[in-house]
């Protein structure tokens, strides 16, 4: 045997049994549900993290506090997201994708409720973690759902919607966040968030199915809706030790610096820089952003499966999992180019034409993000689908580990190196992730080779 091709060994592979009846269980028409109702999951958490920026300024005023020390919130929020991600995901495998969401929603709605009624910095903290930790089930469960039901030679397109409606929230929670906190204020927000999950909760109970289909027999045998099993959830952490999941994982979380880096501190950066303190336009500044993820999810999806299908075929049948990241070549590159642009023309270029530029390279950084993440999220559910919702919330929390410092000294290296050398210094983190999901390419199946984790067969 050829230790370049390990997925291709039958005797090293977990394939289930009858592919075909697997991935026929659900008409097209239950399957656009199922996306839909996922995509709609996915959302939320989108919205908890991206209506809270905007106002950061108002809460640290009302709390008597400063947008550093508010800023803190984020970075825990992602933390959470983390933690939460890899608990809600570890749970999925045992009990079915279904009862996480509908755990996962009241957490979120006394989180949302405790984060409206804070009156101090601590309390403020606390209920963030609450609240984000209840709706983190909703990318990486969400990502298995569409990995029980769809082949790979549609999941690419499938997951590229999933991505692209979730990222949705990216463009609409800022400008609902901002509104909502200069029309209105920043705690109804929060209300309304809570009253969200209530309704979400519903929404999952009537649409959802179970998915779930790895040793879903044993899962029938075992337990009860009344009995509770401890599974540890940081064990989905050492399906890290594969070296193309963490090349992978790295990449991933380098393209999210960029975004972070650029959105975090837009009150203190572009709208300081062009004279904008009215939260609900610091919030539309996300929405070119937004749109950029939302317009490239879907394309960097299909062509994920578009360059499955052509390697496949140049091969006369030898299909590479490796060969979906080839979409990254392609839109990969705005992610460095948008987040060095972006610090350049906010110190040199004033006035509306500078403004305007920035957020073209919102856009343009929007686009380059989501032709990272679509490929990479669909790659990880390829090669370990028995195990798609813990490989998702793995990588979720191992970039949360990164992110999280990253929030927290985004605006102090702004004022101690200034705005030119920290887009500079994303700038080279994006260049080297993007240097790993080429070596990756190259390498994939010898890496593969090294440390097998229980990798699936592609099919």
């Not at 991600?85 to 957490?107: D, E, H, K, N, T």
């Not at 650029?262 to 009150?267: E, N, S, T, V």
């Not at 040199?348 to 929007?366: D, E, R, T």
Request: net charge neutral; proline share 5%.
């Amino acid at each position: 045997s050829s230790e370049e091709s390990p997925l291709l060994e039958g005797d090293r592979l977990h394939i289930p049994d009858n592919l075909d009846s697997v991935y026929s269980r659900f008409s097209k028409t239950q399957k656009n549900v199922v996306v839909f109702a996922v995509s709609f999951a996915g959302l939320l958490p989108m919205f908890v993290t991206g209506t809270f920026v905007p106002s950061i300024p108002q809460i640290a005023h009302d709390l008597d506090s400063t947008g550093a020390a508010v800023s803190l919130a984020v970075s825990l929020s992602v933390f959470a997201n983390a933690i939460g991600g890899l608990v809600w995901a570890a749970y999925s495998s045992f009990y079915g994708r279904r009862p996480m969401y509908l755990w996962g929603m009241p957490i979120l709605c006394i989180g949302s409720f405790g984060v409206a009624a804070s009156t101090s910095l601590r309390w403020l903290l606390f209920w963030r973690f609450v609240q984000a930790f209840g709706c983190a089930g909703g990318v990486p469960v969400g990502a298995a759902t569409i990995g029980d039901i769809y082949r790979v030679e549609q999941r690419g397109t499938a997951m590229g919607i999933f991505f692209g409606a979730c990222l949705l929230g990216v463009a609409l929670s800022p400008i609902a966040g901002g509104t909502a906190a200069y029309y209105w204020s920043w705690r109804s927000l929060q209300w309304s968030l809570g009253l969200w999950g209530f309704i979400e909760m519903g929404f999952i109970y009537l649409l959802l199915p179970e998915t779930s289909h790895w040793h879903l027999g044993d899962i029938r045998e075992l337990t009860t809706p009344f009995k509770f099993v401890w599974i540890n959830p940081f064990s989905s952490i050492w399906l890290l030790r594969s070296p193309n999941i963490m090349a992978v994982t790295l990449a991933n979380a380098s393209a999210m610096v960029t975004e972070y880096v650029l959105l975090i501190p837009i009150a203190y950066t572009i709208g300081a820089r062009y004279h904008i303190s009215n939260e609900a336009l610091i919030g539309a500044c996300f929405l070119p952003s937004g749109l950029g993820n939302f317009i490239a999810s879907p394309i960097a999806g299909r062509l994920s499966d578009v360059m499955i299908e052509k390697w496949t075929a140049r091969r006369k049948g030898i299909r590479v999992p490796e060969d979906r990241l080839r979409a990254i070549l392609v839109g990969g590159l705005f992610v460095p180019l948008s987040v060095c642009l972006s610090g350049l023309i906010t110190t040199y270029i004033a006035g509306p034409s500078g403004l305007v530029l920035n957020l073209f390279c919102l856009f343009m950084n929007g686009i380059g993000v989501d032709f990272v993440l679509t490929p990479i999220g669909s790659y990880n559910v390829d090669v370990l689908q028995s195990r798609s919702a813990e490989v998702i919330a793995a990588v979720t929390a191992f970039r949360a580990i990164i992110l999280a410092p990253v929030t927290a000294a985004v605006l102090p290296s702004i004022e101690t190196l200034g705005l030119v050398a920290t887009n500079g210094i994303a700038t080279m983190i994006a260049i080297l992730g993007y240097g790993l999901i080429v070596l990756t390419i190259r390498y994939g199946d010898r890496m593969r080779a090294w440390v097998d984790v229980g990798y699936t067969a592609v099919d």
